[in-house]
């Protein structure tokens, strides 16, 4: 046999704490490098931890949200709020990381994946002066709630303060606060005419948003709705300043209607009949996003009575009690009875599932999202209820987590959150159970770390 060095040999050369020796050539065969001491044969050489980390979490395997199956037992490393690698558990020394002083978490036996990504959210909705604490308080409390349920990333569609800007511009820094990312609309565009809401674009758009967020809806039948002349021209004026528009909507013809204007996002189901083909065909053909929010329709009609989920002690563990109380008022109960918009909404909600599996199975871009906010949509815990009816609409645990991870990232144009790849954000959540083996599993949180950094689980 001939001896050669292999090229291999130098891909490692100050991260290995092993010897090298020589690959042998046989025919049609290449023996991996291995280490050796003397004779003795061990396995593959270890790097040692890369000199960027601060953070080593190893044992658990790895669902990264690209797509690619749950890995085996791996290592994250994580330096400076961004991942640097996923790698095979065996192949790095974690010794090396304890002696360089690395905060290290063995998480053997647990699993992890992105953060969840909410695509229409809502922040300090239910604030007012009779609360505690001021506007900004309450928006970032709401937050740091969204991070303890595993909701990394919120876009608020509506209703966001100057306080909301200030949130959103501190939640992207490399290492900020451990609360949600923030996402904003500023104020939902309103006006009587195509002039006076391109004014009110414009006025949204000097304080900066992410998006411009409109409604166009009747309440079924009770209010007047917005034209497609008026529609026409938000979007229009958005695009001039380099911003998309967030669509709240009802109707299935509505939603054919703002694809062809140039919406950027459609920020509800269609709920009042199946979506045809050409529909379809026009999400398809734009490449828009779609957001479900079936847990909306929840809150329209569940708080009739005493949901059983304001039983549930992953809720009541983490709640807002002022919106409880609210809730389970005996006569806002039979307001809500009494209203047929609840019964309506509940038909709504069985139309908006099949409409979701349908578009699914057709190939539209369905970006998780809820619509969690406003009064009784309690944040962080819609979320997982959401995965839960998702579900029950047909799609897979796999095709859930997508919808909330990578693909809620690329809707909302952020190339930086949504899977655990090297350079992304290292927003993640460790979990005690198989997310894909039950999405009930979801709620089984060992820990969230956002920008790699542990967000605290007790409530202050």
């Not at 790097?47 to 791996?74: E, F, K, N, Q």
């Not at 595993?150 to 451990?178: H, I, K, M």
């Not at 900066?208 to 409109?214: M, R, T, V």
């Not at 029950?392 to 991870?405: F, H």
Request: charged letters at 20%.
């Amino acid at each position: 046999m001939i001896m050669k060095r292999s090229a291999m040999a130098s891909q490692r050369p100050s991260a290995s704490n092993c010897k090298r020796i020589r690959m042998v050539s046989l025919p049609e065969l290449r023996i991996p490098l291995l280490c050796a001491v003397g004779l003795a044969w061990l396995p593959a050489c270890q790097s040692t931890v890369d000199p960027r980390a601060d953070l080593v979490i190893h044992g658990a395997r790895v669902w990264d949200g690209t797509g690619a199956p749950m890995g085996a037992p791996a290592v994250v490393q994580v330096g400076g709020g961004r991942i640097i690698s996923v790698e095979p558990l065996e192949d790095v020394d974690i010794a090396s990381a304890e002696s360089a002083g690395v905060a290290v978490v063995d998480a053997s036996g647990s699993y992890i994946i992105p953060g969840l990504i909410n695509a229409h959210g809502h922040v300090a909705g239910t604030w007012s002066v009779a609360r505690s604490g001021t506007y900004d308080e309450f928006a970032a409390m709401e937050l740091a709630r969204y991070a303890r349920f595993g909701v990394t990333s919120v876009n608020s569609l509506g209703g966001d303060r100057e306080g909301s800007f200030a949130l959103r511009d501190a939640s992207w820094g490399e290492q900020g606060p451990a609360r949600a990312r923030l996402l904003v609309a500023g104020p939902v565009v309103t006006g009587a005419n195509p002039e006076e809401l391109t004014l009110a674009v414009d006025a949204v758009a000097r304080a900066g948003p992410d998006w411009i967020k409109i409604r166009v809806d009747d309440n079924l039948g009770t209010t007047t709705k917005m034209s497609p002349a008026s529609y026409g021209a938000v979007i229009d004026r958005a695009r001039a300043h380099g911003l998309r528009v967030a669509s709240h909507l009802f109707y299935h013809e509505d939603a054919k209607g703002l694809l062809r204007a140039g919406t950027g996002l459609v920020a509800h189901s269609i709920r009042d009949e199946s979506v045809d083909d050409e529909t379809i065909g026009l999400f398809l053909e734009t490449g828009v996003c779609y957001v479900p929010t079936l847990t909306r329709e929840v809150s329209t009609f569940a708080y009739g009575e005493h949901p059983d989920f304001l039983d549930d002690p992953f809720l009541m563990s983490d709640v807002d009690s002022v919106q409880v109380q609210v809730v389970s008022d005996p006569a806002r109960q039979a307001l809500v009875r009494a209203s047929g918009a609840a019964e309506a909404y509940g038909r709504a909600l069985e139309i908006a599932q099949d409409n979701l599996a349908r578009l699914v199975e057709a190939g539209v871009p369905v970006a998780f999202g809820t619509d969690s906010g406003p009064m009784g949509r309690f944040q962080g815990y819609f979320e997982h209820m959401e995965t839960e009816l998702m579900a029950e609409a047909g799609l897979s645990a796999e095709q859930v987590l997508r919808s909330a991870t990578a693909v809620a990232a690329e809707c909302l144009g952020r190339d930086d959150i949504g899977t655990l790849e090297e350079g992304r954000r290292a927003d993640f959540i460790v979990l005690r159970a198989n997310p894909l083996a039950d999405l009930a599993n979801l709620r089984e949180i060992d820990g969230v770390w956002i920008g790699g950094v542990r967000v605290e689980r007790s409530r202050k």
